[in-house]
């Protein structure tokens, strides 16, 4: 390895929207990528960061470039997951056994009973695997988070996340629930999360509303009883208190008080990337609540709406 870099790197999913956050936060941590595998081949900007990384459209090529490296000095030490969701379970496999720590979006897997064999194969291995959780480093949660775990008391939570997405979203990989797990794994992911890390066990969740664009419902955690309202909507956006409103609305509301989740936001994966270099990243064991409550939350009946659901429900009904 080039001594100037502390690690090497390849990615899968290079052409994805998430993509240049990765590299951004691979290059800002003195890292190099060596090479990236994506089935399309529109990712010129990879050289704004890395001119002389390798670029693989086949993965059986990509696979055998990572193995003819793996003996050398300039082997691969992480490898990076940014493919569909669906894909995530088996390419963290292939990072395992190429024996490269791991880096994957969010969601690490869609069913959860697929990280116990993730786990099996760390071991194995002797590699772990690393989960991009970045709103937990969100400065106003990390303060939030600090002032909880001070406190013995119950927190009354809204949250409030309408993110339009245009006519693209639903013929893309995203639009197909098979592939995406649908808007709960696909943007509700980051919110199930924060619950868990924030207030802890999972007491009670009910759903009160479920669509392909939207769901609403309320959980009951250890720390505190919650309703979320979770939308690709666009339209929803106008029953917010100003009309006509283009940009998102992430609100995160606890005992009155607003945190906007849309700003100071888009440092955080390179801080995530930071984290997991000094050892100090999100591992399975940490993320796996979040992900089985999402599941739990797709799985669930609808149960009729009542004075704890979300306020904006009753308006769109």
Same mark, same amino acid.
């Given at each position: 390895?080039?001594?100037? $870099?502390? $690690?090497?790197?390849?990615l899968?999913g290079?052409a994805?929207?998430?993509?240049?956050?990765h590299?951004?936060?691979?290059?800002?941590?003195?890292c190099?990528?060596?090479?990236?595998?994506?089935?399309?081949d529109?990712?010129?900007?990879?050289?704004?960061?890395?001119?002389?990384?390798?670029?693989f459209?086949e993965?059986?090529r990509?696979d055998r470039y990572?193995d003819?490296?793996?003996?050398?000095?300039?082997?691969?030490n992480?490898?990076?997951?940014?493919?569909?969701?669906?894909l995530?379970?088996?390419?963290?496999?292939?990072g395992l056994?190429s024996k490269?720590?791991?880096?994957?979006?969010?969601?690490?897997?869609?069913n959860?009973?697929?990280?116990d064999?993730?786990?099996?194969?760390q071991?194995?291995?002797?590699?772990?695997v690393?989960s991009i959780?970045?709103?937990?480093?969100?400065?106003?949660?990390v303060k939030l988070?600090n002032?909880?775990?001070?406190?013995?008391?119950?927190?009354?939570?809204e949250?409030?996340?309408?993110?339009?997405r245009?006519?693209?979203?639903?013929y893309?990989?995203?639009?197909?629930e098979?592939?995406s797990g649908g808007?709960? $794994?696909?943007?509700?992911?980051?919110?199930?999360?924060?619950?868990?890390?924030l207030?802890?066990?999972i007491d009670d969740s009910?759903?009160n509303?479920?669509?392909?664009?939207?769901?609403?419902?309320?959980?009951?955690?250890?720390?505190a009883?919650i309703?979320?309202f979770?939308?690709?909507?666009?339209?929803?956006?106008? $029953?917010?208190?100003?009309k006509?409103?283009?940009?998102p609305?992430?609100?995160l509301?606890?005992?009155?008080?607003?945190?906007?989740?849309?700003k100071n936001?888009d440092?955080?994966?390179t801080?995530?990337?930071?984290k997991?270099?000094?050892k100090?990243?999100f591992?399975?064991?940490?993320?796996?609540s979040g992900?089985?409550l999402?599941y739990?939350?797709?799985?669930?009946?609808?149960?009729?709406?009542n004075?704890?659901?979300?306020?904006?429900?009753r308006?769109i009904?």
């Amino acid at each position: 390895m080039n001594k100037n $870099y502390r $690690y090497n790197f390849a990615l899968i999913g290079l052409a994805g929207y998430i993509a240049p956050r990765h590299l951004e936060a691979i290059k800002k941590n003195n890292c190099n990528l060596k090479c990236s595998l994506d089935i399309n081949d529109s990712v010129g900007f990879v050289e704004k960061y890395f001119p002389n990384s390798y670029f693989f459209t086949e993965i059986g090529r990509f696979d055998r470039y990572i193995d003819k490296i793996s003996r050398t000095k300039d082997k691969i030490n992480f490898i990076t997951i940014c493919s569909p969701n669906y894909l995530h379970d088996s390419h963290i496999r292939l990072g395992l056994r190429s024996k490269s720590h791991v880096i994957c979006e969010k969601p690490l897997v869609i069913n959860p009973w697929n990280l116990d064999a993730i786990e099996k194969m760390q071991r194995e291995y002797k590699k772990k695997v690393y989960s991009i959780n970045q709103l937990r480093l969100h400065p106003s949660i990390v303060k939030l988070k600090n002032k909880i775990d001070k406190s013995k008391k119950i927190y009354d939570v809204e949250i409030t996340y309408i993110t339009p997405r245009g006519n693209w979203y639903k013929y893309s990989w995203k639009g197909d629930e098979n592939k995406s797990g649908g808007i709960l $794994y696909n943007i509700g992911i980051h919110l199930f999360d924060l619950i868990n890390f924030l207030f802890g066990k999972i007491d009670d969740s009910k759903v009160n509303f479920a669509s392909e664009n939207c769901y609403s419902g309320v959980i009951r955690a250890k720390r505190a009883n919650i309703r979320y309202f979770l939308s690709i909507d666009k339209n929803h956006l106008n $029953y917010i208190n100003k009309k006509n409103l283009v940009n998102p609305v992430k609100i995160l509301k606890v005992d009155g008080i607003n945190i906007d989740l849309s700003k100071n936001f888009d440092n955080l994966h390179t801080l995530s990337y930071k984290k997991i270099l000094d050892k100090k990243g999100f591992q399975i064991n940490s993320v796996r609540s979040g992900i089985e409550l999402t599941y739990l939350i797709k799985k669930s009946k609808i149960s009729s709406p009542n004075l704890d659901s979300h306020p904006l429900l009753r308006k769109i009904r």
